[in-house]
């Protein structure tokens, strides 16, 4: 039997001296002449090695040093390295609010994406269906040798905030019901038809089993525009369980923002980015040089006040170079002569001048977007930048580039307390790094707000509460534009307490993020990176901090799947956030 013949090669290919990716590709070659077979994929051996272990361990030839081989067969390893698997998953196609000179629409696809996108071809194939897809990936990750128990779900697709409320909630519930079923028998996919209060309970229940499940929901994140930030809005993404934001800011300058019809200004980038921090969550701003009416240094003055001006100050950037599509106003602007986009060397030369200055607690997440480069009707071609940059020895200090990955060890960790001011109050970064400091270990991300409400005032605008008589998040003649629970406004004043706001935050510290780096290492393993009680370090350094500023409390935005972690460290549930008084 082939199969047979397959495994008997397999175990005889594992028993040789295999150290480096090198001496896997020779062991493969001799192993293939020797049994007269094709050569063995990466992802064969692995389904082998995870299929006949027991068997394979216990075979008289002598097998070295076999979780390195497993490291070494690991297709993409980059994936997990920083402690987490990102799965990605897309929604169906819904009207766009927006109307940007430079966005593709195309028919049945969401708009801004492609058919022939990696994320969108997965989708479609999925039906466009949560449940599936989640299972897609993951078991694409195991098949891949990966150990995907600790996942960062990231929705994508068009402006979430604009989605029906029943589907946003079937959405995510079937995320989480996906990861709690997935290696089982049982199947808990909801139905569409489910009604609203039906659908939060199947939620918050698929949400409680996760925390306890195999494969845990650490992160969820969501996209949406600057202009549709509200407190109402901020309070749903939380009872889903959201952690961390995308908001398409694509450029800080009114003009720039008008020339390409994106519908909001910089008042609306400024605004939505102090609520998101003062609820706690991750922010990730999506910056686009190349921009009708920019040029590369009016991107270059963007990209340096983006984080000179405390108003921004994100958490992480994605990149998203502009390029010509057809479909697009932009590709009309183009034919006429309007438009002429970035050479691939204009292009990587701005992006090195902008990783220069960015930074410490930055991480930039993409250098480029995923467009084939057949949809690519001008602009930049090329998909591998970041390694191109690389080459020429640019000096970064962003996360990314110094995040410890699968061979860093912990050496004399050392404390790093940077802290500076933000829209709102002030913001601690706290990490551990290596006396060089470029190997970064974990980090914490501790926000300090002024001492008042969040349910107040932003900026000096209300904006869930009255503006002049009318409450613009309660009644709208007999409607209820907030929705209605028996005859309860969940989201106005009730006397004079905006329940909007979580009250838990009022004069609280937030931790935002904690995050320890290092190849992804299932619960229950050898501990690596992950696990070696950094986490607990920096959790009591953001609890002394803010102690010494006299705050009563401290908040946790925490994923769904680590409540337990924090559980242990005496946090306790309260309005989606784990909290603990002081």
Known sequence: MIENLIEQATVDLLSLEIDTKKDLDLAKRKIAKKYNISILSNTKILEIIKNKESRVLGTKKKIKNLENIKKILRRRAIRTMSGVAPVA????????????????????????????????????????DPYIQVQDRLRALEKNGHHPTKIEIIVIGGTWSVFPRKYKYWYIANCFAAANDFRKNSKTKVPKQTKILDLKKFLKKEQTRNENSKYQIIGLTLETRPDYIDKKELIEMRELGCTRVEIGVQAICDQILVKNKRGHGVAEIKEATALLRSYGFKITYHFMPGLPGSDLTKDLEMFTEIFEN?????????FYPTVVTRGSLLYKWWRAGKYTPYTTEELSELIAKCKKIVPRYVRIIRLIRDIPGESIIAGNLVTNLRQIIQQKNIKCNCIRCREANIEDKIYKPKLIIENYPVSGGEEYFISYENLERNLLYGFARLFLPKKKSISSIVGNKDICG????????????????????????????????????????????IIRELHIYGELVPIGKNKKIQHAGLGKKLLEKCEEIARINKYPQIAIISGVGVRNYYRKQRYRLRESYMVKNF
């Open 310 to 318: 405390s108003a921004y100050r994100p958490d992480q950037i994605k």
């Open 466 to 509: 009255d503006v002049g008589n009318k409450d613009i998040c309660g009644d709208v003649g007999n409607k209820d534009i907030c929705g209605d629970v028996g005859n309860k406004d969940i989201c106005g004043d009730v006397g004079n307490k905006d329940i909007c706001s979580p009250q838990v935050l009022n004069n609280a510290a």
């Open 89 to 128: 998953v897309l929604t169906k196609p819904f009207d766009c609010p927006g109307k940007c000179a430079y966005c593709p629409t195309e028919k049945n696809v969401p708009q801004s994406y492609l058919s022939n996108e990696p994320a969108v071809m997965r989708a479609i194939r999925c039906h466009y």
